[in-house]
């Protein structure tokens, strides 16, 4: 499956975004999809999951309640939208995507897309 992320962008504090997740080659409702995100000098942080088994969503502490993952199978596509931004939210996100329901490693990678929260 190939993965094309997008929708990122330069937002001011308080704003919001919405990337998109579209995928190709692929049965996209059989995958777990992922949203990753990685600031300058920063590991890469796993953000938020939809697990394509159980349909449960799991968010990182720091954006619980402001971002919310969605998936649209028709349309091949996975949703991050994001509120409340704040400048520590600034990084690449990619999203990616494997066949385990609970991935420990993933197999397909979009390309990133950065987004950038003024203060």
């Known amino acids: 499956v190939q993965l094309q992320a997008s929708g990122g962008g330069l937002v001011q504090a308080g704003g919001s975004r919405r990337l998109s997740c579209a995928a190709s080659?692929?049965?996209?409702?059989?995958?777990?999809v992922a949203w990753f995100r990685q600031a300058p000098g920063e590991e890469r942080e796993l953000v938020s999951r939809?697990?394509?088994?159980?349909?449960?969503?799991w968010y990182t502490n720091s954006v619980k309640g402001r971002f919310t993952l969605s998936r649209d199978n028709p349309k091949n596509t996975v949703y991050l939208q994001m509120n409340s931004l704040k400048p520590e939210d600034t990084a690449v996100y990619y999203c990616a995507a494997d066949l385990a329901a609970l991935p420990k490693n993933y197999n397909y990678w979009g390309q990133g897309t950065q987004v950038t929260v003024s203060s």
């Open positions: 939809i697990s394509w088994r159980t349909g449960n969503i």
């Open positions: 080659g692929g049965e996209f409702s059989s995958y777990t």
